[in-house]
Protein backbone atom coordinates (compact mmCIF):
# COMPACT_ATOMS: atom_id res chain seq x y z
CA UNK A 1 0.00 0.00 0.00
CA UNK A 2 1.57 3.36 -0.89
CA UNK A 3 -0.46 6.88 -0.37
CA UNK A 4 1.23 9.28 -2.57
CA UNK A 5 1.30 13.31 -3.55
CA UNK A 6 2.17 14.61 -6.71
CA UNK A 7 6.06 15.76 -7.03
CA UNK A 8 5.75 18.75 -7.85
CA UNK A 9 3.62 19.72 -4.57
CA UNK A 10 6.46 17.53 -2.83
CA UNK A 11 9.22 19.31 -4.52
CA UNK A 12 7.95 22.99 -3.57
CA UNK A 13 6.98 22.32 0.22
CA UNK A 14 9.98 20.19 0.25
CA UNK A 15 12.35 23.18 -0.25
CA UNK A 16 10.04 25.20 1.82
CA UNK A 17 10.16 23.30 4.78
CA UNK A 18 13.72 22.06 4.43
CA UNK A 19 14.48 26.04 4.89
CA UNK A 20 12.34 26.04 7.92
CA UNK A 21 13.51 23.51 9.42
CA UNK A 22 17.69 24.47 8.60
CA UNK A 23 16.81 27.25 10.35
CA UNK A 24 16.29 25.34 13.73
CA UNK A 25 18.37 22.33 13.81
CA UNK A 26 21.79 21.82 12.52
CA UNK A 27 22.51 20.34 8.82
CA UNK A 28 23.54 16.49 10.32
CA UNK A 29 20.30 16.28 12.00
CA UNK A 30 18.07 16.54 8.59
CA UNK A 31 17.75 13.94 5.90
CA UNK A 32 15.74 15.42 2.69
CA UNK A 33 17.15 13.12 -0.18
CA UNK A 34 15.07 9.94 -1.35
CA UNK A 35 18.13 8.08 -0.61
CA UNK A 36 18.54 8.46 2.41
CA UNK A 37 15.11 9.04 3.60
CA UNK A 38 14.35 5.68 1.97
CA UNK A 39 15.58 3.23 4.94
CA UNK A 40 12.76 5.01 6.90
CA UNK A 41 9.62 4.42 4.30
CA UNK A 42 8.53 1.43 6.86
CA UNK A 43 8.21 -0.08 10.02
CA UNK A 44 8.51 -3.67 10.45
CA UNK A 45 4.95 -3.95 9.00
CA UNK A 46 6.84 -3.90 5.47
CA UNK A 47 4.08 -4.50 3.54
CA UNK A 48 2.87 -0.55 3.93
CA UNK A 49 5.58 1.91 2.64
CA UNK A 50 5.56 5.31 1.91
CA UNK A 51 8.33 7.56 1.23
CA UNK A 52 8.81 10.45 4.30
CA UNK A 53 9.43 14.27 3.05
CA UNK A 54 12.14 14.99 5.16
CA UNK A 55 13.76 12.92 8.28
CA UNK A 56 14.58 14.43 11.42
CA UNK A 57 17.18 12.90 13.87
CA UNK A 58 17.38 16.13 16.56
CA UNK A 59 20.05 15.06 19.28
CA UNK A 60 18.16 16.69 22.23
CA UNK A 61 14.82 18.04 24.02
CA UNK A 62 15.16 21.53 22.90
CA UNK A 63 15.69 20.38 19.09
CA UNK A 64 12.60 18.55 19.14
CA UNK A 65 10.63 21.41 20.45
CA UNK A 66 12.17 23.54 18.05
CA UNK A 67 11.17 20.90 14.87
CA UNK A 68 7.87 20.64 16.12
CA UNK A 69 7.34 24.17 16.34
CA UNK A 70 8.11 24.26 12.77
CA UNK A 71 6.31 21.85 11.42
CA UNK A 72 2.90 23.11 13.44
CA UNK A 73 3.65 25.98 11.40
CA UNK A 74 3.65 24.88 8.50
CA UNK A 75 0.96 22.29 9.39
CA UNK A 76 3.63 19.35 8.14
CA UNK A 77 2.20 15.81 9.78
CA UNK A 78 5.10 14.62 12.24
CA UNK A 79 5.25 10.69 12.63
CA UNK A 80 7.62 9.86 15.76
CA UNK A 81 10.06 6.95 15.16
CA UNK A 82 12.04 4.94 17.69
CA UNK A 83 13.99 2.33 16.26
CA UNK A 84 11.01 1.25 13.63
CA UNK A 85 10.38 -2.18 14.84
CA UNK A 86 7.00 -1.76 15.08
CA UNK A 87 4.56 -4.45 13.64
CA UNK A 88 1.28 -2.24 13.15
CA UNK A 89 2.57 0.77 10.52
CA UNK A 90 2.91 3.25 13.61
CA UNK A 91 6.07 4.42 12.08
CA UNK A 92 4.90 3.91 8.62
CA UNK A 93 5.46 7.95 7.34
CA UNK A 94 2.83 9.90 6.07
CA UNK A 95 2.84 11.64 2.57
CA UNK A 96 4.45 14.54 2.42
CA UNK A 97 5.15 14.71 6.35
CA UNK A 98 8.49 14.40 8.46
CA UNK A 99 9.59 11.16 10.40
CA UNK A 100 10.95 12.46 14.20
CA UNK A 101 13.47 9.72 15.36
CA UNK A 102 14.20 9.90 18.84
CA UNK A 103 17.61 7.50 17.88
CA UNK A 104 19.88 9.75 19.05
CA UNK A 105 18.59 10.54 22.24
CA UNK A 106 20.25 7.51 23.62
CA UNK A 107 21.55 8.31 26.94
CA UNK A 108 21.27 6.39 29.86
CA UNK A 109 20.80 9.95 32.65
CA UNK A 110 20.70 7.87 35.73
CA UNK A 111 20.23 5.01 37.11
CA UNK A 112 19.41 4.50 40.91
CA UNK A 113 19.80 1.34 42.44
CA UNK A 114 18.61 2.07 45.60
CA UNK A 115 15.35 3.19 44.42
CA UNK A 116 15.47 0.79 41.57
CA UNK A 117 14.87 3.24 38.90
CA UNK A 118 16.04 4.51 35.93
CA UNK A 119 15.84 7.41 34.11
CA UNK A 120 16.49 7.42 29.82
CA UNK A 121 16.02 9.04 27.23
CA UNK A 122 14.08 7.30 24.67
CA UNK A 123 15.65 6.58 22.01
CA UNK A 124 17.75 3.71 24.96
CA UNK A 125 17.31 0.24 23.21
CA UNK A 126 15.17 -1.87 25.74
CA UNK A 127 17.79 -4.10 26.70
CA UNK A 128 20.47 -1.85 26.90
CA UNK A 129 18.80 -0.69 30.26
CA UNK A 130 18.97 -4.34 31.54
CA UNK A 131 22.73 -4.41 30.80
CA UNK A 132 23.12 -0.90 32.75
CA UNK A 133 21.49 -2.38 35.95
CA UNK A 134 23.04 -6.19 35.71
CA UNK A 135 25.93 -5.17 37.80
CA UNK A 136 23.33 -3.88 40.96
CA UNK A 137 21.55 -6.90 39.78
CA UNK A 138 18.75 -5.67 38.25
CA UNK A 139 16.37 -5.96 35.26
CA UNK A 140 14.14 -4.13 33.21
CA UNK A 141 11.22 -6.45 33.05
CA UNK A 142 9.51 -6.08 30.06
CA UNK A 143 11.40 -8.07 27.40
CA UNK A 144 10.13 -7.82 23.95
CA UNK A 145 11.40 -10.42 21.37
CA UNK A 146 12.90 -7.04 19.71
CA UNK A 147 14.47 -5.77 22.90
CA UNK A 148 18.27 -5.84 21.38
CA UNK A 149 16.69 -3.35 18.67
CA UNK A 150 13.98 -1.58 20.22
CA UNK A 151 13.87 1.97 21.48
CA UNK A 152 11.96 2.46 25.11
CA UNK A 153 10.33 5.54 23.32
CA UNK A 154 8.55 2.74 20.96
CA UNK A 155 7.73 0.42 23.73
CA UNK A 156 6.06 3.21 25.83
CA UNK A 157 4.17 4.44 22.66
CA UNK A 158 3.02 0.70 22.12
CA UNK A 159 2.83 -0.24 25.68
CA UNK A 160 4.56 -3.49 24.93
CA UNK A 161 5.14 -6.43 26.53
CA UNK A 162 7.29 -9.83 26.15
CA UNK A 163 7.29 -13.82 27.32
CA UNK A 164 7.76 -12.25 31.22
CA UNK A 165 4.89 -10.03 31.07
CA UNK A 166 2.47 -12.26 32.59
CA UNK A 167 4.66 -12.48 35.88
CA UNK A 168 6.04 -8.27 35.67
CA UNK A 169 3.74 -6.68 34.03
CA UNK A 170 3.58 -4.69 30.67
CA UNK A 171 6.00 -1.60 29.58
CA UNK A 172 2.27 0.65 31.65
CA UNK A 173 2.79 -1.40 34.68
CA UNK A 174 6.71 -0.89 34.77
CA UNK A 175 6.75 2.80 33.55
CA UNK A 176 6.92 5.63 36.25
CA UNK A 177 6.93 8.48 34.65
CA UNK A 178 6.82 9.80 30.93
CA UNK A 179 7.80 13.48 29.98
CA UNK A 180 6.93 14.52 26.84
CA UNK A 181 6.20 17.48 24.28
CA UNK A 182 3.28 18.49 22.49
CA UNK A 183 2.17 19.72 19.28
CA UNK A 184 1.66 23.09 21.05
CA UNK A 185 5.01 23.37 22.41
CA UNK A 186 4.52 22.17 26.09
CA UNK A 187 6.83 20.00 27.98
CA UNK A 188 4.05 17.42 29.96
CA UNK A 189 5.23 15.31 32.42
CA UNK A 190 3.07 12.38 33.41
CA UNK A 191 3.41 10.09 36.56
CA UNK A 192 5.94 10.65 39.24
CA UNK A 193 9.21 9.06 40.29
CA UNK A 194 6.99 7.96 43.98
CA UNK A 195 3.95 5.36 44.04
CA UNK A 196 1.37 7.21 42.66
CA UNK A 197 0.55 10.71 41.86
CA UNK A 198 -2.49 12.97 42.46
CA UNK A 199 -5.39 13.76 39.52
CA UNK A 200 -6.08 11.94 36.63
CA UNK A 201 -3.98 8.74 35.44
CA UNK A 202 -2.66 10.31 32.07
CA UNK A 203 0.45 8.30 32.57
CA UNK A 204 -1.69 5.23 31.53
CA UNK A 205 -3.58 6.97 28.68
CA UNK A 206 0.06 8.53 27.58
CA UNK A 207 1.75 4.64 27.52
CA UNK A 208 0.23 2.88 24.68
CA UNK A 209 -1.05 5.84 22.78
CA UNK A 210 1.47 5.07 19.40
CA UNK A 211 2.98 8.77 19.04
CA UNK A 212 -0.07 10.62 18.49
CA UNK A 213 -0.32 12.72 22.22
CA UNK A 214 3.45 14.13 22.45
CA UNK A 215 6.79 12.91 21.85
CA UNK A 216 8.02 11.18 24.62
CA UNK A 217 11.44 12.88 25.78
CA UNK A 218 12.75 10.96 28.92
CA UNK A 219 11.24 7.90 30.98
CA UNK A 220 11.48 6.85 34.16
CA UNK A 221 11.17 3.05 34.11
CA UNK A 222 11.21 0.72 37.22
CA UNK A 223 13.87 -1.51 37.66
CA UNK A 224 13.55 -5.48 40.05
CA UNK A 225 15.85 -7.71 40.92
CA UNK A 226 17.08 -10.16 39.17
CA UNK A 227 15.85 -13.87 40.43
CA UNK A 228 18.30 -16.42 41.60
CA UNK A 229 17.09 -19.02 39.48
CA UNK A 230 14.58 -19.92 36.86
CA UNK A 231 13.76 -23.45 35.08
CA UNK A 232 11.08 -24.11 32.72
CA UNK A 233 8.83 -27.02 32.57
CA UNK A 234 8.35 -28.12 28.49
CA UNK A 235 5.01 -30.02 28.44
CA UNK A 236 4.00 -32.27 25.55
CA UNK A 237 0.07 -32.89 24.31
CA UNK A 238 -1.66 -34.62 21.45
CA UNK A 239 -4.99 -32.00 21.64
CA UNK A 240 -4.46 -28.78 21.41
CA UNK A 241 -7.93 -28.62 23.19
CA UNK A 242 -6.18 -29.95 26.17
CA UNK A 243 -3.10 -26.98 25.81
CA UNK A 244 -5.67 -24.56 25.82
CA UNK A 245 -7.24 -26.06 28.69
CA UNK A 246 -3.83 -26.86 30.88
CA UNK A 247 -3.06 -22.80 30.54
CA UNK A 248 -6.45 -22.04 31.84
CA UNK A 249 -6.09 -24.55 34.56
CA UNK A 250 -2.54 -23.40 35.67
CA UNK A 251 -3.50 -19.81 35.90
CA UNK A 252 -6.98 -20.83 38.04
CA UNK A 253 -4.32 -23.18 40.23
CA UNK A 254 -3.32 -19.61 41.70
CA UNK A 255 0.15 -19.99 39.91
CA UNK A 256 1.49 -17.31 37.63
CA UNK A 257 4.29 -18.51 35.98
CA UNK A 258 6.89 -15.86 34.92
CA UNK A 259 6.08 -17.17 31.19
CA UNK A 260 4.01 -19.13 29.77
CA UNK A 261 3.81 -19.67 26.33
CA UNK A 262 2.38 -22.27 23.41
CA UNK A 263 3.46 -23.73 19.90
CA UNK A 264 1.66 -25.25 17.87
CA UNK A 265 2.53 -28.69 15.30
CA UNK A 266 3.64 -26.42 12.56
CA UNK A 267 5.79 -24.11 14.61
CA UNK A 268 7.59 -26.29 17.17
CA UNK A 269 8.40 -28.26 13.92
CA UNK A 270 10.06 -25.59 11.98
CA UNK A 271 11.72 -24.26 15.10
CA UNK A 272 13.13 -27.89 16.03
CA UNK A 273 14.58 -28.18 12.29
CA UNK A 274 16.18 -24.62 12.72
CA UNK A 275 17.45 -24.30 16.36
CA UNK A 276 17.20 -28.00 17.73
CA UNK A 277 15.89 -27.06 21.06
CA UNK A 278 14.42 -30.71 21.51
CA UNK A 279 10.82 -30.81 20.88
CA UNK A 280 8.60 -33.31 20.50
CA UNK A 281 7.72 -32.62 17.11
CA UNK A 282 4.83 -35.41 17.16
CA UNK A 283 3.20 -33.40 19.64
CA UNK A 284 0.08 -31.12 18.59
CA UNK A 285 1.17 -28.61 21.05
CA UNK A 286 3.87 -27.39 22.75
CA UNK A 287 4.04 -25.66 26.57
CA UNK A 288 6.56 -23.43 27.94
CA UNK A 289 5.77 -22.90 31.44
CA UNK A 290 8.59 -21.03 33.51
CA UNK A 291 8.95 -20.67 37.25
CA UNK A 292 11.46 -18.03 38.73
CA UNK A 293 12.70 -16.66 42.26
CA UNK A 294 14.39 -18.29 44.87
CA UNK A 295 15.29 -22.23 44.67
CA UNK A 296 13.08 -23.37 47.53
CA UNK A 297 10.27 -21.28 45.51
CA UNK A 298 10.85 -22.27 42.39
CA UNK A 299 11.12 -26.40 43.23
CA UNK A 300 7.45 -25.74 45.04
CA UNK A 301 6.46 -24.00 42.00
CA UNK A 302 7.68 -26.01 39.16
CA UNK A 303 6.29 -29.44 41.15
CA UNK A 304 3.14 -27.97 41.27
CA UNK A 305 2.96 -26.50 37.50
CA UNK A 306 4.22 -30.13 36.68
CA UNK A 307 1.09 -31.73 38.58
CA UNK A 308 -1.28 -29.43 37.03
CA UNK A 309 -0.02 -29.88 32.99
CA UNK A 310 0.15 -34.08 34.32
CA UNK A 311 -4.12 -33.64 35.14
CA UNK A 312 -4.67 -32.14 32.04
CA UNK A 313 -3.66 -34.83 29.81
CA UNK A 314 0.39 -33.66 29.29
CA UNK A 315 1.63 -36.53 27.38
CA UNK A 316 5.62 -35.57 28.26
CA UNK A 317 6.90 -33.34 30.66
CA UNK A 318 10.43 -31.66 30.73
CA UNK A 319 11.88 -29.76 33.27
CA UNK A 320 15.12 -28.02 32.65
CA UNK A 321 17.92 -29.07 34.59
CA UNK A 322 20.13 -26.41 34.46
CA UNK A 323 20.54 -22.56 33.05
CA UNK A 324 22.18 -24.34 29.25
CA UNK A 325 19.03 -26.43 28.91
CA UNK A 326 16.36 -23.33 30.11
CA UNK A 327 18.20 -21.63 27.11
CA UNK A 328 18.01 -24.61 24.93
CA UNK A 329 14.12 -25.12 25.87
CA UNK A 330 13.11 -21.26 25.37
CA UNK A 331 15.71 -21.52 22.02
CA UNK A 332 12.96 -22.80 19.84
CA UNK A 333 10.41 -20.09 21.09
CA UNK A 334 12.46 -17.23 20.25
CA UNK A 335 13.08 -18.34 17.09
CA UNK A 336 9.96 -19.73 15.97
CA UNK A 337 9.29 -16.61 13.97
CA UNK A 338 12.85 -16.51 11.81
CA UNK A 339 11.92 -20.51 11.69
CA UNK A 340 8.53 -19.73 9.57
CA UNK A 341 10.41 -17.08 7.39
CA UNK A 342 12.65 -20.32 6.17
CA UNK A 343 9.58 -22.35 5.33
CA UNK A 344 7.23 -19.35 3.83
CA UNK A 345 8.15 -16.46 1.41
CA UNK A 346 6.45 -14.09 3.57
CA UNK A 347 4.25 -13.97 6.84
CA UNK A 348 2.36 -11.79 7.95
CA UNK A 349 2.12 -11.49 12.20
CA UNK A 350 -1.51 -11.09 13.63
CA UNK A 351 -1.88 -9.89 17.52
CA UNK A 352 -5.13 -10.14 19.28
CA UNK A 353 -6.22 -11.26 22.75
CA UNK A 354 -8.84 -13.37 24.21
CA UNK A 355 -9.70 -14.89 27.59
CA UNK A 356 -8.09 -17.64 28.02
CA UNK A 357 -10.33 -20.11 28.54
CA UNK A 358 -11.34 -19.31 24.73
CA UNK A 359 -7.85 -19.96 23.87
CA UNK A 360 -8.91 -23.70 22.47
CA UNK A 361 -11.81 -22.66 21.04
CA UNK A 362 -10.11 -19.82 19.20
CA UNK A 363 -7.15 -22.10 17.74
CA UNK A 364 -9.61 -24.67 16.08
CA UNK A 365 -11.94 -21.63 14.53
CA UNK A 366 -7.99 -20.62 13.21
CA UNK A 367 -7.89 -23.92 11.98
CA UNK A 368 -10.89 -23.80 10.19
CA UNK A 369 -9.62 -20.77 8.57
CA UNK A 370 -7.10 -21.67 6.91
CA UNK A 371 -9.50 -24.21 4.75
CA UNK A 372 -11.21 -21.10 3.70
CA UNK A 373 -8.14 -18.76 3.13
CA UNK A 374 -5.99 -21.25 1.42
CA UNK A 375 -3.22 -20.74 3.96
CA UNK A 376 -1.01 -22.07 6.31
CA UNK A 377 -0.77 -20.39 9.84
CA UNK A 378 1.42 -21.24 12.61
CA UNK A 379 0.26 -20.70 15.61
CA UNK A 380 3.28 -19.23 18.41
CA UNK A 381 2.02 -16.96 21.56
CA UNK A 382 1.58 -15.58 24.87
CA UNK A 383 -0.78 -18.34 26.22
CA UNK A 384 -0.79 -16.97 29.98
CA UNK A 385 -1.80 -13.52 28.67
CA UNK A 386 -4.33 -14.95 25.92
CA UNK A 387 -1.77 -12.71 23.56
CA UNK A 388 -2.35 -14.51 20.27
CA UNK A 389 0.28 -14.12 17.49
CA UNK A 390 -0.86 -16.32 14.69
CA UNK A 391 1.94 -16.09 11.55
CA UNK A 392 -0.35 -16.84 8.58
CA UNK A 393 1.95 -17.34 5.73
CA UNK A 394 1.77 -16.64 2.09
CA UNK A 395 3.88 -15.36 -1.18
CA UNK A 396 3.41 -11.66 -2.05
CA UNK A 397 4.73 -12.75 -5.53
CA UNK A 398 1.15 -14.55 -6.20
CA UNK A 399 -1.22 -12.33 -7.14
CA UNK A 400 -4.17 -12.10 -4.32
CA UNK A 401 -2.66 -14.15 -1.85
CA UNK A 402 -1.35 -10.78 0.44
CA UNK A 403 -5.09 -9.69 -0.03
CA UNK A 404 -6.28 -13.25 1.53
CA UNK A 405 -3.96 -13.06 4.29
CA UNK A 406 -4.86 -9.35 5.54
CA UNK A 407 -8.66 -11.21 4.99
CA UNK A 408 -7.53 -14.09 7.35
CA UNK A 409 -5.87 -11.80 9.75
CA UNK A 410 -8.93 -9.22 9.74
CA UNK A 411 -11.41 -12.49 10.47
CA UNK A 412 -8.93 -13.47 13.36
CA UNK A 413 -9.28 -10.13 15.31
CA UNK A 414 -13.09 -10.31 14.31
CA UNK A 415 -12.98 -13.39 16.30
CA UNK A 416 -10.92 -11.78 19.25
CA UNK A 417 -13.75 -9.76 19.97
CA UNK A 418 -16.28 -11.97 19.59
CA UNK A 419 -14.90 -13.77 22.47
CA UNK A 420 -14.86 -10.84 24.25
CA UNK A 421 -11.01 -9.85 23.73
CA UNK A 422 -9.58 -7.41 21.74
CA UNK A 423 -7.83 -6.49 18.44
CA UNK A 424 -4.46 -5.99 20.33
CA UNK A 425 -2.54 -7.05 22.26
CA UNK A 426 1.35 -5.81 22.19
CA UNK A 427 1.45 -4.65 18.73
CA UNK A 428 -0.55 -1.66 18.40
CA UNK A 429 -3.02 -0.85 16.05
CA UNK A 430 -1.39 1.15 13.57
CA UNK A 431 -2.59 1.63 10.16
CA UNK A 432 -2.48 -2.19 10.01
CA UNK A 433 -5.97 -2.70 12.47
CA UNK A 434 -7.50 0.52 12.06
CA UNK A 435 -10.34 -0.81 10.12
CA UNK A 436 -10.89 -3.59 12.78
CA UNK A 437 -10.94 -0.78 15.63
CA UNK A 438 -15.05 -0.11 14.21
CA UNK A 439 -15.29 -3.53 14.51
CA UNK A 440 -13.83 -3.19 18.02
CA UNK A 441 -15.13 0.44 19.32
CA UNK A 442 -18.71 2.08 19.00
CA UNK A 443 -18.91 5.32 17.41
CA UNK A 444 -19.30 7.31 20.77
CA UNK A 445 -16.06 5.62 22.34
CA UNK A 446 -13.81 6.55 18.75
CA UNK A 447 -15.42 10.04 19.48
CA UNK A 448 -13.79 9.78 23.23
CA UNK A 449 -10.31 8.66 21.70
CA UNK A 450 -10.56 11.37 19.21
CA UNK A 451 -10.94 14.07 21.63
CA UNK A 452 -8.41 12.80 24.22
CA UNK A 453 -5.91 13.24 20.89
CA UNK A 454 -7.79 16.20 20.20
CA UNK A 455 -6.95 17.60 23.85
CA UNK A 456 -3.38 17.30 23.52
CA UNK A 457 -2.75 18.03 19.84
CA UNK A 458 -5.23 20.35 18.52
CA UNK A 459 -3.52 20.68 15.28
CA UNK A 460 -3.92 17.16 14.45
CA UNK A 461 -0.21 16.63 12.81
CA UNK A 462 1.25 14.11 15.64
CA UNK A 463 0.36 10.45 13.26
CA UNK A 464 -2.57 11.57 11.72
CA UNK A 465 -4.93 9.08 10.39
CA UNK A 466 -3.02 6.11 12.91
CA UNK A 467 -4.85 4.03 15.50
CA UNK A 468 -8.39 5.86 15.71
CA UNK A 469 -10.47 6.01 12.73
CA UNK A 470 -12.61 8.11 11.56
CA UNK A 471 -16.21 7.68 10.91
CA UNK A 472 -15.78 7.92 7.45
CA UNK A 473 -13.53 4.91 7.48
CA UNK A 474 -15.77 2.95 9.65
CA UNK A 475 -18.72 3.71 6.69
CA UNK A 476 -16.35 2.20 4.31
CA UNK A 477 -14.59 -0.71 6.02
CA UNK A 478 -18.55 -1.27 6.47
CA UNK A 479 -18.66 -4.50 8.00
CA UNK A 480 -20.14 -3.12 11.33
CA UNK A 481 -20.27 -5.13 14.46
CA UNK A 482 -23.73 -6.15 15.63
CA UNK A 483 -22.37 -6.56 19.59
CA UNK A 484 -25.56 -7.41 21.90
CA UNK A 485 -27.99 -7.03 18.93
CA UNK A 486 -27.16 -3.42 18.54
CA UNK A 487 -26.29 -2.28 15.25
CA UNK A 488 -23.89 0.55 15.33
CA UNK A 489 -23.68 3.62 13.05
CA UNK A 490 -26.98 2.50 12.49
CA UNK A 491 -27.70 5.92 10.55
CA UNK A 492 -25.35 5.07 7.66
CA UNK A 493 -26.06 2.86 4.86
CA UNK A 494 -24.61 -0.78 4.13
CA UNK A 495 -23.23 -2.12 1.89
C1 LIG B 1 11.15 -9.56 15.44
C2 LIG B 1 10.22 -8.70 16.24
C3 LIG B 1 9.75 -9.17 17.45
C4 LIG B 1 8.87 -8.38 18.20
N1 LIG B 1 8.45 -8.86 19.40
C5 LIG B 1 7.65 -8.10 20.17
C6 LIG B 1 7.22 -8.57 21.45
O1 LIG B 1 7.58 -9.65 21.91
N2 LIG B 1 6.40 -7.77 22.16
C7 LIG B 1 6.01 -6.54 21.70
O2 LIG B 1 5.28 -5.86 22.41
N3 LIG B 1 6.39 -6.08 20.49
C8 LIG B 1 7.21 -6.81 19.73
N4 LIG B 1 7.62 -6.34 18.50
C9 LIG B 1 7.12 -5.03 18.03
C10 LIG B 1 8.03 -3.82 18.33
O3 LIG B 1 9.36 -4.21 18.54
C11 LIG B 1 7.52 -3.02 19.51
O4 LIG B 1 6.26 -2.46 19.20
C12 LIG B 1 8.45 -1.89 19.97
O5 LIG B 1 7.97 -1.28 21.14
C13 LIG B 1 8.66 -0.81 18.92
O6 LIG B 1 9.75 -0.01 19.33
P1 LIG B 1 10.54 0.89 18.27
O7 LIG B 1 11.56 1.68 19.01
O8 LIG B 1 11.03 0.07 17.16
O9 LIG B 1 9.36 1.86 17.80
P2 LIG B 1 8.92 2.27 16.34
O10 LIG B 1 8.57 1.09 15.53
O11 LIG B 1 9.92 3.20 15.77
O12 LIG B 1 7.60 3.09 16.67
C14 LIG B 1 6.48 2.43 17.22
C15 LIG B 1 5.43 3.47 17.60
O13 LIG B 1 5.93 4.29 18.63
C16 LIG B 1 5.90 5.65 18.26
N5 LIG B 1 7.09 6.25 18.87
C17 LIG B 1 8.37 5.82 18.77
N6 LIG B 1 9.17 6.61 19.50
C18 LIG B 1 8.38 7.55 20.06
C19 LIG B 1 8.62 8.66 20.92
N7 LIG B 1 9.84 8.98 21.36
N8 LIG B 1 7.57 9.42 21.29
C20 LIG B 1 6.31 9.14 20.87
N9 LIG B 1 6.04 8.11 20.06
C21 LIG B 1 7.05 7.32 19.67
C22 LIG B 1 5.87 5.65 16.74
O14 LIG B 1 5.26 6.81 16.22
C23 LIG B 1 5.06 4.41 16.46
O15 LIG B 1 3.70 4.71 16.53
C24 LIG B 1 8.47 -7.11 17.72
C25 LIG B 1 8.96 -6.64 16.50
C26 LIG B 1 9.82 -7.42 15.77
C27 LIG B 1 10.32 -6.88 14.46
Redesign the pocket.
Known sequence: MNASISPETQAVSRREAVAALRAVLPDRCLLANDEETRPYEC??LAAYRQMPMIVLLPENEAQIMAAIAVCRQLNLPI?????????SG??MPIAGGVVLS?ARLNRIVKLDPYARTAVVQ?GVRNLAISEAAAPHGLYYAPD???QI???I??????N???VHCLKYGLTVHNVLRVR?VTTEGEIVELGSEALDGPGLDLLAVAIGS??ML????EVTVKLVPKPRVARVVMASFDDIVKAGDAVANVIAAGIIPAGLEMMDRLSTQVAEEFVHAGYDTRAAAVLLCESDGIPEEVEEEIARMSEVLSECGATALAVSRDEAERLRFWSGRKNA?PAVGRISPDYYCMDGTIPRKHLAHVLQRIEAMEQKYGLRCANVFHAGDGNLHPLIMFDANVPGEFHRAEQFGADILELCVEVGGTITG???V?IEKINSMCVQFSRAELDAFLAVKRAFDPAGIL?PD?AIPTLHRCAEYGRMHVRHGRMPFSNLPRF
Not at 79 to 87: D, I, N, Y
Not at 153 to 158: F, H, R, Y
Not at 214 to 217: A, C, N, Q, R
Request: hydrophobic letters at 25%; a negative charge.
Open positions: DGVPRGAGTGLGATPPSSACTGGNVAESGGMEGGVVTFEHGGNK
